[in-house]
């Protein structure tokens, strides 16, 4: 058969007829354009990058600040291949170019709040209104938070703040009266007369005036004849004036004393407790929700501090929903709650990463090796592991199922526990209780927040045998806080969030700090000393960024108070403080749990170089 003679020589007809042919002008326009987009960002950013170096305020606008010690696909940011290897160098350059984009950080900020933008309205307002549609104010499966009936240190239970009539206050006068609740003894009366009179007695005379000290006489004779008797008479109630009052000069929560002086006789009586809020006015009724307990907020008429009472359960959503990962390093879960998800937090979460019973005696081995160095040498050790987050506040986080109930820290506080002496803390128990009266995480933070860390404080305090202090007696006030480390961990933009809590305690305000050394930072160290501090000892702890949210506590609790890193362990300041220590705390959050018992292995041979 002939071929047709409008078809080139090695052209396939039926290809020919399905290709449509681009005209080359259009096909020229077309990757000029494509490698113009390649091209012409890279021009201008080097010669912004020149100009840059005479103007650093121009970098700053064009280059906003991102991650830049993390690449596109979050790992550590990518470097240019310096050798050549046939199979992997195209996807080195590539990986470099990636990471090393034009315009880098605008691009990712862009990102950032474009999916904000978009993401959290849905979030904080459709998804809300959807599950109330849907489901009313009710779980998927009906579940409900417990409401702990006791506040947390010390264990007492606490009565309605609006039933006066359980309420104990102090008498607000500066003088009482004092009945005295003795009985009035017989007055041992002799016979004055033998006659068979039938007695008529008159009303009686004072022989002895009654005072706050000694009875009182009255005598009654017969009107007919000579015969008489004596009666004592009460004593009067002492009449005291307040001769020492601290009860206005110190705030809530804190110890008064009392002492009265009679007028009468200059007897004293002493007083003195732990004064308590006295109720004022309610502020607010807060209604229970997914994100809040319900609960009034009300005012004391002392210290004007605020305090939750009338606590009502709050609802669990349980609804569908999908995390998001922000730089692989933050997970957003229900209602706009931000976990950390590095240093293994998930497995410390679902409880996979279980440590094996030569692991848990290891463990503990060291710590009672340490525990007997420090008893010979007539110092106090106590072990802190602080909670992370999630074990907190599990209701909102999404990305994870529990594995193990029954989780590592658990199981390892456990285990020194019953097999040592060891003085050893994890306060998931009391945090997961207070939840009712105060926020104690931030919401947007991978921390405790103020009252968080006054509720894992006490728990340490109760186990060193000192005096706690009950958060529910002391002035607080509650004030709105929205920021966090993890937006710049998860790279997110902050507009779009809100609802975040934080506190202002006022404790031991009569307590002098008398001197400061080095900053607050988590890196910091910082020494302080208070002659008037509750307990007269040296008091040192190594620990991480939690305790940052101690120190105004600690430097108002002991008259010397050390405190620092652990990886600051080896300095020379911290060594002299160790040995000097009377009470020496290992703290750390539990995802860095691992790090107490290398910590713990460096204070051994310091102590045992001495």
């Given amino acids: 058969m002939d071929k047709d003679k409008n078809t080139p020589q090695n052209e396939n007809p039926i290809e020919s007829s399905r290709t449509p042919k681009l005209p080359k002008g259009f096909a020229l326009t077309y990757i000029g354009i494509f490698a113009a987009m390649l091209i012409i960002p890279t021009i201008i950013w080097g010669a912004l990058m020149i100009a840059c ?20 696909a979050g790992e550590k940011i990518a470097e240019f291949p310096t050798t050549f290897k046939i199979k992997t160098y195209t996807a080195e350059v590539e990986a470099w170019y990636d990471d090393h984009l034009p315009f880098r950080s605008l691009i990712r900020n862009s990102y950032s709040d474009l ?16 599950i109330q549609l849907f489901h009313g104010n009710k779980t998927v499966d009906g579940g409900v938070a417990e409401v702990p009936e006791i506040p947390i240190f010390p264990e007492e239970t606490f009565p309605d703040i609006f039933d006066e009539t359980t309420q104990q206050y102090p008498e607000e006068s500066e003088g009482s009266k004092e009945s005295e609740e003795e009985t009035v003894p017989s007055f041992e009366n002799e016979e004055t ?45 002492h009449e005291y004036a307040t001769a020492i009052d601290t009860f206005d000069l110190v705030t809530c929560g804190s110890r008064y004393e009392r002492v009265f002086k009679c007028n009468g006789c200059g007897q004293e009586k002493d007083e003195s407790g732990i004064k308590q809020h006295k109720n004022h006015k309610k502020i607010k009724t807060v209604q229970p929700s997914y994100t809040s307990y319900g609960y009034v907020l009300a005012s004391c008429k002392y210290c004007g501090g605020e305090y939750r009472t009338e606590i009502k359960a709050k609802p669990y959503d349980t609804s569908y929903a999908v995390e998001r990962v922000w730089n692989n390093q933050a997970i957003e879960g229900r209602h706009q709650w931000l976990y950390y998800l590095g240093d293994s937090s998930m497995a410390y979460y679902q409880g996979t990463n279980l440590l094996s019973d030569s692991e848990l005696e290891y463990y503990k081995s060291i710590l009672v090796q340490l525990d007997e160095i420090c008893k010979a040498k007539g110092i106090t050790l106590q072990i802190c592991i602080w909670p992370n987050k999630e074990q907190v506040y599990p209701e909102y986080y999404l990305g994870a199922d529990v594995i193990n109930e029954y989780k590592r820290v658990e199981r390892l506080v456990d285990y020194i526990h019953d097999n040592s002496e060891v003085k050893i803390v994890y306060p998931l128990d009391e945090l997961t209780a207070a939840k009712p009266y105060w926020d104690v995480y931030y919401k947007f933070d991978t921390h405790w927040n103020r009252a968080g860390a006054f509720i894992g404080y006490q728990a340490m305090m109760e186990s060193l045998g000192l005096e706690t202090m009950n958060l529910y007696r002391l002035p607080v006030k509650e004030y709105e806080y929205n920021g966090g480390d993890l ?41 302080t000393t208070a002659a008037n501090a509750t307990n007269d000892c040296n008091f040192v702890m190594l620990a991480d960024s939690y305790r940052c949210f101690q120190l105004d506590l600690l430097q108002r609790d002991f008259s010397d108070c050390y405190l620092c890193h652990r990886n600051q362990v080896g300095d020379p300041m911290t060594v002299e403080a160790i040995k000097n220590a009377d009470i020496l705390v290992l703290a750390a959050v539990e995802r860095y749990d691992y790090d107490i018992f290398a910590t713990a292995q460096h204070i051994i041979n310091i102590l045992s170089q001495e």
């Fill in 193 to 237: 007369s033998s006659t068979a009179c039938e007695h008529v007695y008159d009303v009686g005379v004072i022989e002895v005036e009654p005072t706050c000290t000694d009875w009182g006489v009255m005598k009654y004779s017969c009107t007919k004849c000579s015969h008489s008797y004596r009666e004592y008479t009460a004593k009067k109630s």
């Fill in 115 to 130: 999916k904000g933008a978009v993401e959290q309205p849905y979030e904080s307002t459709i998804r809300p209104a959807l």
């Fill in 53 to 72: 170096r005479f103007s650093p305020e121009l970098y700053d606008t064009i280059n906003p600040p991102a991650d830049e010690s993390q690449g596109m």
């Fill in 487 to 527: 937006f710049s961990i998860g790279k997110i933009n902050s507009a779009y969030y809100s609802g975040g809590v934080d506190y202002g305690i006022t404790y031991r305000s009569n307590i002098t700090t008398d001197s400061y050394f080095g900053a607050d930072g988590a890196g910091d160290i910082r020494h």
